[in-house]
């Protein structure tokens, strides 16, 4: 089985996750740009965080074999804090990056008007770099915050085949699923979405524009969510084509978008070091 997980915060994460979703089959990942769980203070913060998922986190996985590419983005729940609006000037810089692949996570978190204007600025952003986007839609209140998504959506006048809406359920997907864009679902530990929930989604809307993430971070959260939806697949009857379609042919068309998708050499792990540093402890 391989596995493209196309949400994971693998920063928050450790080697030995690297090593376990390596294992499973996890062969290539996107990370969002998001919340850091500690307010940051000002836009040079955002600057070494997104250096550090176009840089370091990449040459970490690929000690793993795993390939990495990232979106970058003011998340939602940052873009109320006036010390962080600064970063939306940051941006344009990073979305030229050749491992960049879409500008995420945006999206709402409470619905304030920051955040509106946040998540409009940044979805001209993604339609002025020819990039495709990540939205996060809200835990609380879910179906109002999808509805108002899919209306900022609309009005950026970016292709909603070009957009996912993520962290869906079955109450969500209903607003979805007839607008173009994609369906993205997270996979978590003891809540919300679950392997054999996911399975049922699958029977009841197909595996079209479909994505299936893990969403770990640095919450109770499991990279492995990805292989187990996988084999409640098979075990549920679908083909190992349709988990090759859920599990890695749909991220890669969607993030594909951003033509700057690299999947050359997978099976290649790298070596050496960064900027005079390896993963080893005592220098080599
Ligand atoms: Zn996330």
């Known amino acids: ?45 955002f600057a070494d965080y997104f250096d550090s998922l176009i840089g370091w986190e990449p040459f970490r996985a690929g000690q793993f074999g795993v390939r990495h590419h990232a979106t970058v983005a003011l998340n939602p729940k940052e873009a109320n804090d006036p010390r962080c609006r600064p970063v939306l000037d940051l941006l344009p810089r990073y979305l ?33 770099h020819d990039l ?20 900022v959506v609309a009005e950026s006048g970016i292709d909603p085949g070009r957009v996912v809406l993520d962290h869906l359920n079955e109450v969500t997907v209903k607003l979805v699923r007839d607008t173009g864009c994609w369906l993205g679902f997270s ?7 679950s392997p054999p929930r996911m399975v049922e989604l699958l029977r009841a809307y197909g595996p079209e524009r479909v994505l299936v993430n893990s969403a770990a971070d640095w919450g109770r959260s499991d990279p492995l969510l990805t292989r187990a939806t996988g084999e409640a697949m098979l075990l549920a009857g679908f083909t190992d084509d349709d988990v090759d379609r859920v599990l890695w042919r749909n991220p890669v068309e969607f993030y594909g978008q ?13 070596a050496g070091t960064f900027a005079g540093n390896s993963i080893l402890r005592g220098g080599d």
């Open 96 to 128: 030229e990056k050749d491992t960049v692949v879409a500008v995420g996570e945006i999206g709402y978190d409470s619905m304030t008007p920051q955040e509106d204007e946040a998540f409009a600025a940044q979805l001209a952003l993604a339609v002025a």
């Open 132 to 151: 495709p986007a990540l939205v996060h839609t809200p835990h609380r209140d879910k179906a109002r915050g999808v509805e108002r998504s899919l209306a």
């Open 258 to 270: 951003s033509g700057r998708l690299d999947l050359t050499d997978l099976d290649a792990a790298s």
């Open 1 to 45: 089985m391989r596995i493209f997980d196309p949400h994971i915060h693998m920063t928050s994460r450790t080697t030995d996750d690297y090593e376990r979703m390596a294992a499973a089959g996890v062969r290539a990942v996107v990370e969002p740009a998001f919340w850091l769980g500690q307010p940051r203070t000002s836009p040079a913060s």
């Open 187 to 193: 996979i978590y530990p003891d809540t919300k979405m």
